[in-house]
């Protein structure tokens, strides 16, 4: 009998058979993470019972086919990988009773990540096609839902497990786009990668047709990230938009003074992000304008419906009551705030503003915590005990509530594994970062603009993350997408600046 390689069919034995038969493992893996965003009950299910042996699967396929590749990104990320496994033994977690799923979502972040460099540059192509067709065509979908929703007073219910598309409050002064019953910040997430593969399909196709439905995608995932409101996203997509204008004139505007095109560059670039991110502030501020208008006749013609849809799945939403206004004495407020009952807003000012909602006190947390504990540096601590040091410090000196994490995606690192992780992604991104800035500033003869425009939505999730801790490990699909798309990028850089030589066309 033969050996178990030799038994093997030939066609499954090349190397394009086991790129496919890897990539297919992977975005299996991310349609889980679609599929949970409307069954979130039973997505968790399937995972449990397919999810977890297919991505130790691949993971074991990784180290066997392709290990240590020349990818110096790649090796910096397996490092990280191992250090983690390490300093939770470091800590006492021997058994991971603690952190298995921190160490395990790490993993499959790998996976998403690898991806893109390991597939052939055919392989890469075809994978941001379908990923652009299922993920970006996913939110699409969603968020014209969310807006008919938003002007018509409307909702949609996703039955049995609970997934609305609706127009809520949550404690906000503006009632806000609730998209798959999704925390906002997050779902601008979704949908502002989504804009990021549309552009991309956009900047790439050359059938005119094709590109005016892929720029109409894109302002309908505009609007949408407008009614989500997210500061962050709104920066992101805003500076996106100037990278974007910027991209243009570098490749189209030619003139005698290098100064003055320099100067014409960025004024005209900062307009673009001026004019962005007012865009998205008006669409919010007059949604309710134009459902004003709308809702009433839409509300009409749905009374003098014969057959009017179940009120469990689709129906006129209810007239939402203001969030109350909790008015404590102060020292029951602070009280509430350090057991962490309550979620207690501060009130917004210049000073929040000026520290970016609280964000750079968290950070400054991080100097405290080291002196506390020394140790921290090498080892980094428990994910259960993560942030307690920094919540003693936030609210001792600053008087402010519980916060969930450090709002940044690499102190979130540093403070669970220490420098060595930490230090690790630091380099993972900074390679990335310095590609991504040589790619962008190439001449139009060296690198396509479609590939040049790839750096823009890396751009805007590398800002995401840097006020957020969705990207190590990737929590949700925006943050597993990104990693995918940072993969493909390190692909595609490498055909087009191969080491033995010059720049190569696409």
């Not at 014409?264 to 669409?283: M, N, P, R, T």
């Not at 007239?319 to 602070?334: D, K």
């Not at 000026?354 to 090498?378: D, G, H, M, Q």
């Not at 402010?400 to 403070?415: D, E, G, I, R, T």
Request: aromatic letters at 14%; one cysteine or more.
């Amino acid at each position: 009998m033969n050996s178990f390689p030799g038994a093997l069919p030939q066609r499954l034995r090349s190397d394009a058979a086991r790129q496919w038969l890897y990539a297919a493992g992977v975005f299996a893996l991310l349609c889980f993470a679609l599929l949970s965003l409307i069954a979130p009950l039973r997505a968790a299910d399937l995972f449990d019972a397919y999810g977890i042996v297919l991505s130790a699967v691949l993971f074991g396929v990784f180290l066997a086919r392709w290990g240590l590749t020349s990818e110096a990104c790649v090796r910096l990320y397996l490092f990280y990988l191992l250090w983690l496994l390490v300093s939770r033994w470091l800590n006492g977690d021997v058994y991971l009773f603690i952190d298995r799923e921190q160490v395990y979502l790490n993993m499959l972040s790998f996976l998403f990540f690898s991806l893109g460099v390991v597939l052939s540059p055919e392989g890469r192509r075809r994978l941001l096609n379908v990923l652009t067709a299922v993920y970006a065509g996913f939110f699409v979908l969603f968020s014209l839902l969310g807006l008919f929703v938003a002007v018509t007073n409307t909702y949609i219910h996703v039955p049995p497990e609970n997934v609305w598309i609706t127009i809520r409050s949550s404690g906000n002064p503006l009632p806000l786009l609730n998209l798959l019953s999704s925390f906002r910040l997050v779902g601008a997430a979704r949908l502002f990668l989504s804009w990021g593969l549309l552009g991309y399909q956009a900047a790439r196709t050359r059938k005119t047709g094709l590109r005016i439905l892929l720029v109409l995608g894109m302002l309908v995932l505009h609007t949408a990230i407008a009614l989500c409101f997210s500061h962050t996203i709104w920066i992101a997509l805003s500076l996106c938009y100037g990278m974007f204008v910027l991209l243009l004139g570098l490749r189209r505007l030619r003139m005698r003074s290098a100064v003055l095109r320099a100067l014409l560059l960025a004024a005209v670039s900062i307009l673009a992000i001026l004019a962005s991110y007012k865009s998205l502030d008006f669409l919010l501020h007059h949604r309710e304008t134009l459902s004003a208008e709308l809702a009433p006749r839409f509300a009409q013609r749905y009374e003098a419906w014969e057959h009017k849809p179940d009120p469990e799945y689709f129906g006129i939403a209810a007239p939402e009551q203001p969030a109350p206004v909790l008015e404590l004495a102060r020292s029951t407020q602070e009280e509430l705030a350090q057991s962490g009952d309550i979620y207690l807003d501060p009130p917004r000012g210049y000073n929040q503003v000026l520290t970016l909602s609280w964000r750079t006190l968290i950070w400054e947390s991080v100097f405290y915590c080291a002196r506390k504990n020394p140790a921290l540096l090498l080892r980094g601590q428990s994910g259960k005990t993560l942030m307690d040091t920094t919540n003693n410090y936030l609210f001792g000196v600053y008087r402010l509530p519980k916060q969930p994490n450090m709002h940044n995606s690499f102190l979130q690192v540093l403070m669970l594994t220490g420098l060595p992780g930490f230090l690790a992604l630091v380099a993972w991104a900074l390679l990335i970062i310095v590609r991504m800035v040589r790619v962008f500033f190439s001449r139009a003869d060296a690198v396509p603009f479609s590939i040049a425009f790839l750096t823009i939505p890396l751009t805007g999730m590398f800002i995401f993350s840097m006020m957020e801790s969705e990207l190590f490990p990737a929590y949700d699909s925006s943050t597993k997408v990104f990693l995918m798309l940072a993969g493909i990028f390190l692909g595609m850089y490498r055909e087009l600046f191969p080491k033995a030589g010059a720049p190569a066309s696409e």
